[in-house]
């Protein structure tokens, strides 16, 4: 069965700094997304990431994926409050039923 | 439609009355997938329709949850005789046909308490 874990779960970080988020999976999995969720809103997808040593940018966020060390992240440079956000990595669990196994998300919280 | 439409966004239930939760996806969207998001948690996978037949339910919890998607477009997850640990955010999700490689779309979910 596969399993997603995320870390931190829990991030407090001022404005201007640089921080990583990671997301570690237990089995094969050749695909991982990256999704933003607003306090009481649903989920804003950011990144897909299809294949080893996929990297994406978008802004201040950038997210990469190493298929071999199952090990996808999440990297934010120069942060700013408008970040502040709950972030979550879902791995696709494969097969034909295209499933999402989510990670327990990270509460980033940007301090002016 | 432009995105992935759930309604209601809220119901407050009775502990032993039944819902019905609806989702209509994106047009075009072949794979419809439903999730449940506890406070503080990832959403959890609950079933995934192909087209109109259910091709993995292996997510619902029991048999007090039930979907049906019989025409290939909205869907609606039936819950009967509510607990009080169904309170939860319903998502639902919506993709082409190999939907992995494009991603998925959420809507914003029905939150469900039941009281």
């Known amino acids: 069965e596969l399993k997603v874990e995320q870390n931190p779960l829990f991030l407090s970080m001022q404005e201007g700094k640089n921080y990583t988020i990671y997301c570690n999976y237990s089995t094969t999995s050749d695909r991982l997304y990256w999704y933003r969720q607003d306090p009481g809103k649903s989920l804003e997808s950011l990144f897909v990431l299809l294949s080893n040593g996929a990297v994406k940018q978008e802004g201040r966020l950038m997210a990469s994926l190493d298929t071999k060390a199952r090990l996808s992240t999440l990297h934010i440079t120069a942060a700013v409050h408008d970040l502040s956000a709950t972030y979550f990595c879902?791995?696709?669990?494969?097969?034909?039923?295209?499933?999402?196994?989510f990670g327990k998300g990270t509460l980033l919280t940007v301090n002016p | 439609g432009a995105g992935v439409s759930q309604t209601p966004s809220n119901k407050v239930t009775e502990k032993g009355k039944y819902v019905e939760l609806r989702c209509d996806p994106i047009?075009?969207?072949?794979?419809l997938y439903w999730y449940r998001q506890s406070l503080g948690q990832g959403p959890e996978f609950l079933i995934y329709f192909q087209g109109t037949g259910a091709a993995d339910d292996s997510g619902l919890p029991n048999d007090r949850f039930f979907a049906v998607r019989p025409e290939g477009s909205v869907s609606t997850l039936k819950i009967q005789r509510t607990e009080r640990g169904d309170s939860a955010v319903y998502l639902c999700?919506?993709?082409?046909?190999?939907?992995?490689?494009?991603?998925?779309?959420f809507g914003s979910g029905t939150r469900l308490t039941v009281v």
């Open positions: 047009s075009g969207h072949t794979a």
């Open positions: 999700a919506s993709s082409l046909t190999g939907g992995a490689n494009y991603g998925y779309t």
């Open positions: 879902a791995a696709f669990s494969g097969g034909s039923n295209y499933k999402l196994t």
